[in-house]
């Protein structure tokens, strides 16, 4: 089984910063992508930004600019670093993570999700 644990998240004002971390633990032969979701209330859920275990990265329109994310690939985490957060930017951050397991099956697991709260 792989886990992931998502830290960071919190209430802060327009205009400020939040930093989230992402932990992947369990039975890990690799970590593909790792990536950032998030869902507002009445909203589909939506990606954020997207890291490959090579450093390539992806981020939605909305956040380009804004947003940072990065990894950790010898501590199989990730962070993503906000800035100039928005109220638009509320919601339910989740990461998730893909890759291959230590058996060499597919896996995609997802946290439990972290609360941003921009308030304006």
């Known amino acids: 089984q792989v886990q992931l644990v998502e830290s960071g998240g919190g209430l802060v004002q327009a205009g400020g910063s939040l930093r989230l971390s992402c932990a992947v633990s369990?039975?890990?032969?690799?970590?593909?992508?790792m990536t950032w979701y998030r869902q507002a209330p009445g909203k589909q859920r939506e990606l954020v930004a997207n890291i490959t275990s090579g450093g390539s990265t992806n981020y939605a329109d909305s956040v380009k600019g804004r947003f940072t994310i990065s990894r950790d690939n010898a501590k199989n985490t990730n962070n993503l670093q906000m800035n100039s957060l928005k109220p638009e930017d509320t919601g339910v951050y989740y990461c998730?993570?893909?890759?291959?397991?230590?058996?060499?099956?597919?896996?995609?697991?997802w946290g439990q999700g972290t609360q941003v709260t921009v308030s304006s």
């Open positions: 998730s993570a893909e890759g291959r397991d230590s058996d060499y099956v597919l896996y995609e697991s």
């Open positions: 369990g039975r890990i032969f690799s970590i593909r992508a």
